[in-house]
């Protein structure tokens, strides 16, 4: 019986390290998935959301903690680890054999909960590696979309400027163009219409010098007329003195 306790006191001690370990492993787990979670909620602030959440700590510091639990983590996984080992050597170890079975289920038990641990830290690290990587590229694209927008700024409004007036331009030929076109409609309007007159005075000639009759009539006709208009005009005149001795009298 004094036998067994004796055995049975390093795997007891052992146990009692890898529990501790675990217990210290869980809590810093916790503790980074929760700055893992701010971080990215602060990110999301930064971007204009709208949540009530408001991250207590800056990024900058938030990384370093990140670096520092991180590496505290992987020591503690490096612990347990060997702890593991430990347990292991003192299983395949003589005069164990009685306790093998139980020892090894215990020593499965703890490996298991070491590969729990280590592939949760992985997956949150990785997660953070991650977002960091891309908040930081889209920090950066949105910067340089500042840095153009303030440095462009002045260029835009000229570019503006130049647009507008280029449109005023082509506005401008757009009216002279049409204007041209209905002034070239109307001077062939005209030309047609010319064309048209000479070519009926022509036939008019022609009528006149194929018929002499026809042309002696059209002489006495205008000749009438005119003296018509002499006679009429002097008439005007004679009542318009007579008028005006009238009204002077």
Known sequence: ???LCFISWP????RKQARQLENELDL????????CTSYNTSRDARRGDTSDTTPLLNNSTQDRMFDTMSVEI?????????????????????GTASLNAALMHTLQRHRDILQD???????????????REREDLLGSVRKDIE????????NNRRTELFLKEHEHLRNSDRLMDDTISIAMATKENMTSQRGILKSIQSRVNTLAN????????????NLRKRRDSLILGTVI?????LLLLYALH
């Open 28 to 35: 810093k787990l916790v503790s980074f998935s929760k700055l």
């Open 117 to 131: 641990y280590t592939h949760e830290f992985h997956k949150t690290k990785g997660n953070f590696l991650a977002i």
């Open 1 to 3: 019986m004094s036998r």
């Open 210 to 221: 194929r018929f002499p009759a026809i042309n002696s009539l059209i002489q006495r006709i």
């Open 147 to 154: 840095m153009y927008k303030s440095g462009s700024g002045v």
């Open 11 to 14: 795997s007891t001690n052992l």
């Open 237 to 241: 005149g004679v009542c318009t003195v």
């Open 74 to 94: 992987e020591q503690l996984l490096a612990k347990l680890t060997l702890v593991n080992d430990k347990m292991a050597e003192y299983t395949n170890s003589p």
